[in-house]
């Protein structure tokens, strides 16, 4: 069975000092794709990145980064320079394909990111 | 503008009482689904549907049905809501169920749903 593991509950960082946020996944398929979503304080759901397993290629975009690593079935997620409205709750997410070759989504518990002024 | 729209965004019930969360999508999404949240337990699905008149139960379907009679809407019926369905429902879509590159979802705005 798939599983998405965010061991970090809460994390605390002072404006401009730089976070990661730890994702580590569960799957016996070769062929998946792992998610980012950010849930701001006003609670809905916004994308941030997907990467299929194919692609170990790191991704930088602005501040945020990701470290996609299979050997360790890691997904981190870093943000530099943290600023005030990177406060928020962020999931990791796992899709893996059934039997059907349809696909189902494992989220994980959620990183609440707190960003001190 | 492409969305997900869920109505109401905010519910107070009494148990027992049957409601209903509307959800529609504007993209011509095939595949829907329901997820809730729950501190601690991040996103749990509760029912998906790959298209019209094809549903099926998520992690935890229990007290909870669903339909999906037109592409575009999928609704969340709570037939005798409990106090244990108090919580943060989200409605997704996206492009197709079975993968290709369009594969994440669009969320709602979330509806906060308290039974008391």
């Known amino acids: 069975a798939q599983k998405v593991t965010q061991a970090q509950t809460e994390i605390s960082v002072v404006e401009k000092e730089d976070v990661t946020l730890d994702c580590v996944y569960e799957?016996?398929?070769?062929?998946?794709?792992l998610f980012w979503y950010k849930q701001p304080p006003s609670g809905e759901l916004v994308f941030l990145i997907r990467r299929n397993s194919f692609d170990e290629q790191n991704e930088i975009s602005g501040r945020y980064s990701w470290n996609f690593q299979k050997s360790t079935s890691s997904f981190n997620f870093t943000i530099t320079a943290s600023q005030v409205v990177d406060s928020a709750v962020y999931f990791c997410a796992l899709s893996e394909f059934d039997s059907g070759g349809y696909q189902k989504v494992t989220f994980g518990t959620g990183t609440k990111l707190q960003v001190i002024p | 503008e492409a969305q997900v729209t869920q109505n109401p965004r905010y519910l107070i019930t009494v148990t027992g009482k049957k409601l209903t969360v509307t959800c529609s999508q504007n993209?011509?999404?095939?595949?829907m689904s329901w997820y809730r949240q729950d501190p601690g337990l991040g996103l749990r699905q509760i029912y998906y549907s790959m298209n019209v008149e094809v549903t099926d139960k998520g992690d935890v379907p229990e007290g909870y049905k669903v339909s999906r009679k037109e592409k575009r809407n999928f609704p969340l019926i709570l037939e005798s809501p409990s106090p244990n369905q108090t919580s943060l429902y989200f409605c997704a879509s996206r492009p197709s169920p079975s993968g290709g590159k369009d594969t994440e979802a669009f969320f709602g705005q979330g509806t906060r749903l308290t039974v008391v």
């Open positions: 799957t016996r398929d070769t062929t998946y794709y």
């Open positions: 993209m011509n999404h095939e595949y």
